[in-house]
């Protein structure tokens, strides 16, 4: 089965290593991911965070640390779903565009697409906002 997939893109003022540290950065997600905005906190096992989000407890798993701007995260959601996440963030002349794929779940109708691609849109417009400020 292949999925339905939108790329959501915003471009940011800054340089690319600026926007990976803060975007990378777990306890930095309430700031900018509405969805996760209740907070966020290290797991037990030290390789992922546990979020309070509108579903419920999920647990977010990150893509180790790379120069690359892979931000890539799965989050596994309270009834066992793992959500993969493709993030990633590369040079646009001196600034950054940071692109983030959205896919169209199982059981989501085009409305329900539409909102989750207008809410990523959303926290990536407000990331850009924190960072040019």
Request: proline share 7%; no cysteine; aromatic share 6%.
């Amino acid at each position: 089965m292949i999925w339905e997939a939108r790329h959501v893109s915003v471009s940011i003022d800054r340089p690319v290593a600026e926007v990976v540290r803060y975007a990378g950065d777990p306890r930095r997600l309430p700031e900018w991911a509405a969805g996760l905005a209740a907070g966020i906190r290290p797991d037990d096992d030290g390789a992922s965070w546990v979020a309070d989000s509108p579903m419920g407890e999920v647990v977010v798993r990150f893509a180790p640390g790379n120069d690359l701007g892979v931000l890539d995260h799965d989050v596994s959601l309270p009834d066992g779903t793992v959500v993969h996440n493709p993030f990633r963030v590369m040079p646009n002349g001196d600034g950054s565009e940071v692109v983030f794929t959205v896919f169209r779940r199982d059981g989501a109708d085009a409305a329900a697409f539409d909102a989750d691609a207008a809410a990523v849109e959303a926290d990536l417009t407000r990331l850009r906002d924190i960072l040019q400020r």
